[in-house]
């Protein structure tokens, strides 16, 4: 068990309550996983629909226990030398300019051929060894000597190769680099895996992760969320906007709005003054919640009834 964060996170609510100091409101079983996947030493790997924090959960954790975020972007060709490390070519070169110039003083007259050989030999070390070594995201989340979070962000849109490559760090926190040896994490980090479920991701991944799926919140929490992220707002007009949006979400649509744009309406809505929901001005910013022009024409032919019962909801008469 990995108690390095046994001081900081003694409960389940100390992960709630640190979260929503970040401005992040968490479920509670969202709490869990983070609090389990610290005390175990385990990475979290967060599934469901865009835009639902899954990216957020890491940055929000990050602060929370005042670690380095280090972000790698997952994408179609990602490599392990992009991901890991990668020469410092143009140091190596100078370095090698240098001995070039310094041959001579190396090598002794009397050298024989395969003295002299082995004698250059002692200097390929030298040119791969840590020096001369660039980390990427993975090598530098290993090498922060206070711990990181590291976020491995939409690690579905990369291919199947990289996530095998990916196994070794899951599991042992730790990396093998072939010209300097197996590289260790100083502290372990805290690792948080995001899935949009674009593609099934593979047994031996899912068997190394405590698995987290977040969905679209229920009207309770998504009103927090809006509450935390836009402090102020009326509770009239915030009951309003979260009633709207869970009418849309039991559509059949083709892209659900997600948190992220709910929090963007909600302060479109502000930002044109508006103190309640009409058919007008939802008509005007519908494209801010729907992406997708058969979306917009399901949408827009039900937003008067919509916003009649988001009015109810919100406690005005309509």
Known sequence: MDTHFSDIIPSIESVQVGLGSTGYIPSRQISTALFLAMRLGKPILAEGPAGVGKTELAKAAAEFLGLPLVRMQCYDGLDESKALYEWKYGKQLLYTQILKEKVSAVLS??????SALNRLHEFDDIFFSERFLEPRPLLKALQEPKGAVLLIDEIDKADEEFEAFLLEILSDHQVTIPEIGTISAIVKPVVILTSNNTRDLGD???RRCLHLHI???DAKLEEQIID??????DASLRRQLVSFVQQLRGLDLRKLPSVSETIDWARAILLLNASRLDSAVVQDTLNLLLKFEGDMTMGGK???EMVHKALRDGG???
């Open 316 to 318: 005005i008469e309509a």
């Open 302 to 304: 039900a937003v008067p």
């Open 109 to 114: 007259k009397d050298d024989t051929m395969e």
């Open 215 to 217: 969905g679209y919140p």
């Open 204 to 206: 031996a991944m899912k």
């Open 228 to 233: 935390s992220r836009i402090p102020g707002i």
